[in-house]
């Protein structure tokens, strides 16, 4: 059964940028989507945005087009997702999670906090 | 402000039955079958509980249901013990080009 692990909390100063991973194990990666969504302390989840690693291409949510990059390896079986231009709002914890069928998530990683802050 | 509404807060008793609303629009909810649920404890990951409005995955109790009718889609939790209590998070397809859209959430007290 696949497994996503994400890599560990960063504290990063206002306008630089984060890369957070999400490696998968136990499962083909090559035939799964991955996505990535955000929570901001307190608040709900917000989706970010996916790959599907065989083919490439991420579609993003509007709100992140252009400030957000989702990549996948598939040598390594893991998936990234980088912000620029970081702001105080985007102090959130970071999930990635397979997409099984268009918004059906499972399973989940165990998320990375991000904190901005100067 | 969240694309699909929930209300903020819910609360039952041990044993009793409660039911969580997720409204959407034509455009999400009411367009699609591709309606899931999430359980999510302090500090941990969600949980899926409920996908495509009513699939429960394995290892999911059975006191978990997922209905939808027209544009609001319901998860109702029977037989309330002191572990259901944890905020859930309903989400819903919105096409190709919004793709899903989550609800506020609601925070489940078991009394």
């Known amino acids: 059964q696949v497994q996503l692990v994400q890599s560990g909390a960063e504290m990063k100063p206002p306008g630089s940028s984060v890369k957070v991973s999400c490696k998968a194990s136990g499962g083909n990666f090559r035939t799964y989507a991955i996505t990535w969504v955000r929570q901001a302390p307190g608040q709900g989840l917000e989706w970010m945005g996916g790959i599907v690693p065989s083919f490439g291409s991420a579609n993003y949510a509007q709100r992140f087009q252009g400030r957000v990059t989702i990549t996948a390896d598939q040598s390594t079986n893991t998936a990234y997702m980088q912000m620029n231009s970081l702001r105080s709002e985007d102090t959130a914890v970071y999930f990635c999670?397979?997409?099984?069928?268009?918004?059906?998530?499972?399973?989940w990683g165990q998320g990375t906090l991000v904190t901005v802050s100067s | 402000q969240s694309a699909l509404t929930q209300p903020a807060s819910v609360s039952g008793s041990l044993g009793q039955s409660i039911t969580i609303s997720c409204t959407g629009t034509s455009s999400d909810v009411g367009n699609y079958n591709l309606v899931s649920w999430y359980q999510q404890h302090p500090g941990k990951a969600p949980r899926l509980m409920i996908y495509?409005?009513?699939q429960r995955p394995s290892g999911v109790s059975d006191r978990f249901s997922g209905s939808k009718s027209g544009n609001t889609a319901s998860l109702t939790i029977s037989g309330l013990q002191a572990e259901d209590e944890a905020d859930y998070y309903c989400?819903?397809?919105?096409?190709?080009?919004?793709?899903?859209?989550f609800g506020g959430g609601t925070k489940l007290t078991v009394l």
């Open positions: 495509e409005a009513s």
């Open positions: 999670a397979i997409d099984r069928n268009y918004g059906w998530f499972d399973p």
């Open positions: 989400c819903s397809y919105a096409g190709f080009k919004t793709y899903v859209v």
